[in-house]
């Protein structure tokens, strides 16, 4: 099975920036789309970017201008670059893969905290 490993979160101050990976481990396998969603303490989980396959991107409303959904070239990772963060940014980011026969991936999640 495809396995997603992320990286790149921290604790970072308002105003600062971050940037998330979000990896494939077997690339032979298709992929469908990839994104990233997020959950903060007592809260669901909500959809902060996708990046489909035929290159669309989404993003939430509180996001848009600020973050940035991209993919690289062998197509099975992305990142999410994240500027002028906010405290209300702080959440579990967690990075997703919709792969054939509608399975669903999920990694184990990354911290991200804007605190002064």
């Known amino acids: 099975q495809v396995q997603l490993v992320e990286s790149g979160g921290g604790l970072v101050q308002p105003g600062g920036s971050l940037r998330l990976s979000c990896a494939a481990s077997?690339?032979?396998?298709?992929?469908?789309?990839m994104g990233w969603y997020r959950q903060a303490p007592g809260k669901q989980r909500e959809l902060v970017a996708t990046?489909?396959?035929?290159?669309?991107?989404n993003y939430a409303d509180s996001v848009k201008g600020r973050f940035t959904i991209s993919r690289d070239n062998t197509e099975n990772t992305v990142y999410l670059q994240m500027n002028s963060l906010k405290p209300e940014d702080t959440a579990v980011y967690y990075c997703n893969a919709v792969l054939q026969y509608s399975v669903v991936l999920w990694g184990q999640g990354t911290q991200v905290t804007v605190s002064s």
């Open positions: 077997r690339s032979f396998s298709p992929i469908y789309a």
């Open positions: 990046f489909s396959r035929d290159g669309t991107t």
